[in-house]
């Protein structure tokens, strides 16, 4: 079963600071990963998608891939009060007809003033 | 951009009513729209799958005669949730997805679903 793994949290940071977001999945031949943030009683909005192995940036947002280790992550900069949500991480594999994506748990992230 | 919309945003419904809620990706056509329900503090769980024109694909432990979803056109899904009970009370967002292969979904705002 394909499986991926988050911390639930809450993980809390300083305004300001970086926060980095961990992600790790278990079918090795996953090829598409993405970050999407949820706010409380709201649906998830896409925030980065990454395909291959390095770094990918988008204003304050970094998402790290790293395939050997089948992990993914996800760095906020300049950390804002309204960063404070569930960040979910969502793999898809690399076959499977659909290619239907499995989302983690999500980890809450709180930033605090 | 990459629009979905929902409608309606919330209903209340008597037990035993059907409720249907209508999934638009509104700049975008999409192959396939994905169902999930989400209840409280839990994590999203995938209901089924639909590809346009072609019945959907039920997650297991999902009823298709309680939970009926039409993908009727690039731009349309519906979910009817039939005889509805208290417990079917949750959050339902539609996701749809460009084209084929494994691509960005984009979320609609959801729908609360409260039946009393």
């Known amino acids: 079963q394909k499986e991926v793994e988050q911390n639930s949290g809450p993980l809390s940071v300083p305004e300001g600071a970086i926060a980095s977001l961990n992600c790790t999945y278990s079918d090795r031949g996953s090829q598409s990963f993405f970050w999407y943030r949820q706010y409380s009683g709201k649906s998830p909005e896409l925030i980065m998608s990454?395909?291959?192995?390095g770094d990918k940036e988008d204003g304050r947002f970094t998402a790290q891939l790293n395939k050997a280790s089948q992990y993914v992550s996800l760095l906020i900069r300049d950390s804002q009060p309204s960063d404070s949500a569930t960040y979910l991480c969502a793999v898809t594999p690399a076959s499977g007809g659909s290619y239907i994506p499995t989302f983690g748990r999500g980890t809450s992230l709180i930033v605090h003033p | 951009g990459a629009v979905v919309s929902q409608h309606p945003s919330r209903v209340i419904c008597k037990s035993g009513t059907s409720v249907k809620i209508e999934c638009r990706s509104l700049?975008?056509?999409?192959?396939?729209m994905f169902w999930y329900r989400q209840f409280p503090k839990k994590s999203l769980m995938l209901m089924a799958t639909s590809n346009e024109g072609s019945k959907a694909t039920y997650e297991q432990g999902v009823e298709k005669d309680k939970f009926l979803i039409n993908h009727a056109s690039l731009t349309l899904s519906t979910l009817t949730v039939t005889s509805a009970h208290p417990e079917d009370s949750s959050f339902y967002i539609c996701?749809?997805?460009?084209?084929?292969?494994?691509?960005?979904?984009?979320f609609g705002p959801g729908t609360r679903l409260t039946v009393t």
């Open positions: 996701s749809a997805r460009k084209g084929q292969g494994p691509l960005e979904q984009y």
């Open positions: 990454i395909y291959s192995n």
């Open positions: 700049d975008f056509q999409a192959t396939t």
